[in-house]
């Protein structure tokens, strides 16, 4: 056996989870098909007790997307089977190993991201109610430092809090660094109408 043979596709260990699996997959269609490629990822509420996530796959002149997804593991998975389905995005079957399928719900997103991320939706909840909205968007970008953007918008975007980061983990916990003085002076601002 040569060694190229030896690396094929089918020896490569899986990608650990489902977010480290995109990263990899949108490296594989910057570099094979379109560097404009962007996963757009976004939450909201639509009820009391409910969130909507979206996610959303761009590169070129393509564009697939999935709604009203009821977690951002579900909204993960289900953008894949849609781009899966329409594309091909792998050129040989051997590029397939990195893959963002077949993972199971808690195999997504490493734990400590998954808990951040419900950190920052639990306090959007109590504060701002059902108007606000947080964005994500990763890029396979030169500059380790831009390659996740997070957002948080709320009260008719009188609350913008932005941040960027090398990893999803990093982005988010800055973001909620950010967000929690902003949301004080908000919560300040109304004690002082009332």
């Not at 899966?84 to 990195?98: E, G, N, T």
């Not at 973001?175 to 919560?187: G, N």
């Amino acid at each position: 056996m040569d060694a190229h043979s030896q690396q094929s596709g089918h020896n490569r260990r899986r990608p650990v989870d489902g977010w480290t699996a995109w990263q990899m997959t949108l490296g594989y269609i910057s570099q094979h098909h379109s560097p404009d490629v962007a996963l757009s990822i976004q939450a909201q509420p639509v009820a009391a007790d409910r969130l909507a996530w979206s996610a959303a796959l761009v590169w070129g002149q393509h564009i697939e997307s999935v709604t009203d997804e009821e977690s951002l593991e579900s909204a993960l998975a289900h953008l894949w089977r849609a781009v899966a389905c329409y594309h091909d995005v792998f050129l040989s079957p051997d590029d397939a190993w990195r893959a963002p399928a077949d993972y199971a719900e808690t195999e997504w997103v490493d734990a400590s991201v998954a808990l951040v991320v419900q950190r920052v939706l639990a306090m959007m909840g109590k504060i701002s109610g059902q108007d606000w909205r947080l964005n994500l968007v990763y890029q396979p970008a030169e500059s380790p430092g831009q390659r996740v953007q997070a957002r948080l918008l709320a009260g008719d975007n009188a609350l913008c809090v932005g941040s960027l980061g090398p990893t999803l983990l990093q982005a988010i916990r800055d973001l909620f660094r950010s967000a929690v003085p902003a949301l004080c002076a908000q919560i300040d601002a109304k004690r002082q109408l009332s």
